[in-house]
């Protein structure tokens, strides 16, 4: 809650042109990220686990629905990967 606080202080929030475009647009997104057809089973280590499942807690998603959620931004190309 601090940190919206921060972001409200420092006026990073703005209004969005067409509210009823984004939210139909999100709503595409859900639809696409919840649509799960095929399995995979992966091994990562437990550190990483962990540090997904931290997120997922601040993110208020089950963990398995978030991985998906990030796996699905990246191969659709609107995950940006940062450069060091």
Request: charged share 30%; no cysteine; net charge positive.
């Amino acid at each position: 809650m601090k940190n919206l606080e921060k972001t409200l202080n420092r006026v990073e929030w703005h209004s969005l042109r067409n509210i009823k475009e984004e939210i139909e647009k999100h709503r595409q997104y859900a639809r696409n990220t919840l649509l799960k057809d095929k399995r995979v089973n992966i091994r990562i280590s437990s550190t990483d686990l962990e540090a997904l499942q931290t997120k997922t807690v601040e993110e208020g998603l089950p963990y398995q629905t978030f991985i998906a959620s990030v796996l699905h931004k990246f191969a659709s190309g609107r995950l940006l990967v940062k450069q060091h």
